[in-house]
């Protein structure tokens, strides 16, 4: 891992609907300091080859593929925030991680993430690299967290116990 003090951290694929492709357009817009980066959590093999050698040469990204769950933890734990550019979701689980782990969301504004997420996150369009570029540039300057929100209120809707009592007859 490169020795940045704070990166974003994205957990998931590299299927098309999770819209990394973007997510990378948007960080080569970006200006981080040179103490923040990008770093990629699991299987990135739907990326192009020429996508993932552009990312092995990227100085402000780091693919770390498949980790344990302790690896998992361990990013979570460290990461200055979490950030999540998907297209499509049935529901969003690393958004209730991000809570669990109490760290600020940069997420698309689809449906399923806005319903999960509520209030509790920092919302970009997906489909725009310049838009997801500005939100990262906001955040990284300390712009448009609100510490009033509290991540474990929304996570505790989303408990398996409420689970189980909305499903059971």
């Known amino acids: 891992l490169p020795s940045w003090k704070n990166y974003l951290l994205y957990v998931g ?6 819209n990394l492709e973007r997510l990378l357009q948007a960080i080569e817009l970006v200006s981080l300091p040179n103490d923040w980066g990008l770093v990629l959590v699991g299987d990135m093999s739907h990326l192009p080859m020429a996508t993932l050698q552009h990312i092995q040469r990227h100085t402000r990204i780091y693919t770390a593929g498949y980790v344990t769950d302790e690896e998992k933890v361990w990013f979570y734990e460290h990461a200055a925030a979490v950030i999540l550019p ?3 979701e049935g529901f969003g689980i690393p958004i209730l991680e991000a809570f669990y782990y109490n760290k600020p969301l940069l997420v698309s504004s689809q449906a399923a993430h806005q319903e999960v997420a509520g209030q509790a996150a920092i ?3 997906p489909y725009d690299a310049n838009d997801i570029a500005r939100t990262i540039e906001h955040f990284v300057a300390g712009e448009g967290v609100d510490e009033t929100v509290n991540q474990r209120d929304r996570l505790a809707q ?3 116990q ?5 499903v059971s007859y």
Do not use: D, I, T, V
């Not at 409420?162 to 909305?166: G, L, R, V």
């Open 13 to 18: 694929s590299s299927r098309g609907h999770k």
């Open 162 to 166: 409420k689970c189980a009592e909305q």
């Open 158 to 160: 989303f408990s398996w």
């Open 123 to 125: 919302y970009f369009n």
């Open 86 to 88: 998907s297209l499509l």
